[in-house]
């Protein structure tokens, strides 16, 4: 099963999911996480989807799940890059991730981040 | 609901949903679907799978494509109240239609296909997906799996199987080793029996022995009374007989004394048959032994158209015997020749066979041979050859197997060989007999050992012991304990001492600890002849023999060793 690596810019961690994700992997991921938000004190947490296909109801869940767990982390999650068939899939399963910020992409989500907290990102900085 | 069916896939756990799922989108691009539908679809899969798996069911899933329909059926176990749960709700919101038939046990969903469009045929695809290699890998491997499990169940059966089998050998090999002891235990009891039988055979033999003894004994005694009385019914100092009673009284002499000869025989069979032949050796001048035989026997050869004559051999004219088995022997073998011969020449002829180292006594005559069929017969007891002679000849039958068993008991052999007389075509041919008797030729010449103290309490092993040294050592000193023997050696140092281990007043230990200590006795070598066998043997001997069935070959071998071993 592989594991989907943790990137940590600045403050934030970058979880780009390039793969069709399987559930253990989801599983896994949200341990990595939350290990990683405690390990790193990072403020915001950015999950890029760009790659996922198919993002059912547990996924979604899954994903709302992270988010809500960074939030006890105090860290803010973003999902950013969704498609489009995704999101028309997921308004049509009735699933609005609620509690999941999103961003179009991974600028916008780092931007997003900067502008309602007051989190640094030093590549972002400079 | 119709179409051809692009795949079968089972739905068991979470790799099956992830499999079915691309699957779909797959089977749903290849079908002409547009890039959200696909999503749609593989997520509506998707969904059903969680929802099947949730409830922990088995199912199968297969891709039907019709002519405008993509249909996916999701076969499940039959009553198991697979309702319109929530997975299948949230599947019904993404395809055209869903159906649920919870009693069937079958979920089939419906995604129409957009018209016009072209597509593979059913087989492309058929193929394009089989080249998923997860998915055929997953199911070879779930394949194999259940067949390694059906085989594995296999094994186990035939395990069992063989199980059963192994307690069925098992029993069979109890029952066998059952009855192999018990056969074993009538085998230990027939061969007890046997072993009783042959002790009742040696018995009888024993018995027999001696009644032959007693017998022989007991016919001896009034026999030697009636002779005594014929001779002086007969001799000068009695009353005169008339001539007719003279000659009565002369027939009863000579039956008595043939009679006596035929007792005297037995006897001497019957001591032979008891196995008590001791040969007794001693140096005997064998020119002597010859010449007192002939003197004995020429007179009986009664005609005078028979010789004897006599050749000993002058390079060994000395030989280590038993005197009186070898005189027996040869009176034995000459009164046959002389007895069976009516005209020629009776020969003994002594020499040494150096090769074999042994003494050769031939007797040749000149009589009338022994048929070859009875050559071997004749050592039998009471076996004659028939005919007139033998008729007329006096005799047992007991001469030549009493002659042989002498032989036997000095170690050697007795044989015969001979020609039958007359009955030739030249009419002219003589017959003839000749025996060969061949002794052991002891150690004869100079003494290996000078002086031999034999120091036992029983005198009559002590007796045996210098009979046996006789001839191989020149002195023998015999002293009944350790202190006698030690008085002895102060006298005349001895080359060798024997040494009884049990003795009267200073036992054999001792005595070799005393001669340890004195500083001229330490060197004169000791051999222990003794009955004692687990006894700590002291340092000093320089050999144990057992007293026990001792031979003078064993003697002899020990004394030479222990005194050759002595002058390194």
Redesign the interface.
Known sequence: MDRVPVLKLGDVLIVSIQV?L???GVLALQEDLADAVVATGARGVIIDITAV??????IGRMLATIASISRMLDAETVVVGM????A??LV???LSLGGVRTALNLEKGVALLNSSEDTQIAAAAR | MTGDELIRLRVLDDRDVFTMRRVGREVAEMAGLAGSDQIRVATALSEIGREVLARGLAASAAFLLGRDTLTVTIDLPADTGFQRADGVTLAGRLVDTIECDPSGGRVVMVKSLPAGRARPSAEMIRTRIAALAPVSALDELRRQNRELAETLEEVLQLNTELEETNQGVLALYNQLSAELEETNRGVVALYAELDEKSGQIREAGDARNRFWTTVSHELRTPLNSIIGLVRLLAGPGGEPLGPEQFHQVQLIGSSAETLLALVSELLDMAKAESGRLDPQPSAVDLIALTERLGMVLRPTSGLDQVTLSVEVSESSPEMLVDEAMLTKILRNLLSNALKFTERGEVRLEVAPDAATHEMVFTVTDTGIGIPAEHLERVFEEFYQVPGPIQARAKGTGLGLPYARRLAEAMGGTLRLSSTVAGATAAGTATGGTTAVLRLPRRHDGPPVVGRVLVADDDDEFRATVRRMLTGFAAHVDEASDGLAALELMAGALPDLVLVDLLMPRMDGAALLLRMAEDERLRTVPAVVVTVVTSHQYPQTARAVISKHGLSRETLLEAVRHAVEGGGE
């Open positions: 069709d399987q559930d253990q296909e198919i993002v059912d109801s547990f498609r489009p068939a995704v028309i899939t049509e399963l009735g």
